[in-house]
């Protein structure tokens, strides 16, 4: 399985392009990452994100100025390294690919506890949830085109609204992620794509 | 607006049925839900839960023994008072009542807070991830009979599994609830259950 972004992995910072100012932010982004999921929420500080960096604390506060604000651009780094939009040629196989992407994000350990640590902190800090928002849709702005084409191609009614399609196909993973203790399977990807297309199909989501 | 449950109002322990023990449970556990509505889960600390509930600190203790141990009870209790199914006559109004109810839970500012701060500690502790999962398995046993009355009445393939209908029909409110900012609306109620129907109608639910 390849990895999806630099969250999956360890890239020692000097080989990613950029020079000196983007190689920091790397370093200070993958050490508040790895402190979310190891101690999550609690274990987050700025002085100890700037310790696992290696990077002086001045230049953390200074450039991020708070955990919320470091989260935040945590998250539009996510969205920037995130997989590009499926593009199989046809609307179920797009889902699945879709769906499967994100079952297999949340069900991986690091990334899983990683997304936990981020919608415990969007719960209770408004930066966190304005930015926790506005990654959600960033990657719904991505994957839209899927339904776009669809409609093109005659797959999907008319006026079919496609942010709420994409949001439909994930949103019964990520809540048995959030509320359910079972692991999420290729079978709730493949429920979450058969009830999505069933509602296409049924002209649910065609804007009034 | 009639209250759902005790969570939505503040009655004084006194004026509640089941003697010295069910009184002391019961102002615990409100202080425990005020708590968490008003300081999240920062704010919860067993000694200040058993001073705002007015008992004595080794009482809640030897009782409840942790934060934790705490919300799990607070969960219980939650889907021991909570409403019943609702019982319309038809699955499509039956889905929309529940919706409604969803919605107008995880709207409410009280109820909507108390929700955010157990899930977000649920994604953080396992007893408390425990509990949240067996409250939505008692909601989902409490809710199931819609569907299992509506496929005795022919309104629904046989064999469609009712908890995953009931899931489905949540899964859009928690999601936006989560990872969104923009206030639930009826038009998502109402979404979900066209959602829900339409996957039913397709026989996405039935059991292989």
């Known amino acids: 399985m390849k990895p999806q972004s630099r969250y999956d992995v360890r ?3 000097s080989t990613r392009p950029g ?3 983007a190689a920091v932010r790397d370093a200070v982004l993958r050490a508040a990452a790895d402190l979310l999921i190891e101690d ?3 274990g987050i500080e700025l002085t100890a994100v700037a310790q696992r960096a290696g990077v002086g604390k001045s230049t953390v506060y200074r450039r991020w100025g708070s955990v919320p604000g470091l989260v935040a651009d945590l998250l539009v780094d996510m969205a920037d390294t995130s997989s590009p939009r499926p593009s199989t040629g ?4 797009d889902l699945l690919a879709q769906a499967k992407l994100v079952r297999r994000t949340l069900a991986d350990g690091r990334q899983g506890r990683l997304f936990k640590a981020i ?3 969007a719960t209770c800090d ?9 990654f959600y849709r960033n990657r719904i702005d991505e994957v839209s085109p899927v339904v776009v084409d669809a409609v093109a191609r005659g797959e999907a009614p008319r006026g079919t609204d496609p942010a709420e399609v994409i949001r439909q196909l994930s949103a019964p993973l990520y809540y048995r ?3 359910d203790t079972r692991p999420l399977t290729t079978a709730d990807a493949e429920r ?3 009830v999505t297309v069933a509602a296409v199909d049924a002209g649910v989501f065609v804007k009034g």
Chains 1, 2 share one sequence.
């Open 11 to 13: 890239v020692p910072p």
């Open 19 to 21: 020079g000196r100012t």
């Open 40 to 42: 999550g929420l609690e």
């Open 90 to 93: 046809a609307l179920r196989t």
């Open 119 to 121: 919608i415990a902190a």
């Open 126 to 134: 408004a930066v966190t949830a304005n930015a926790l928002a506005d």
């Open 177 to 179: 992620f959030l509320t």
């Open 192 to 194: 979450a794509v058969a």
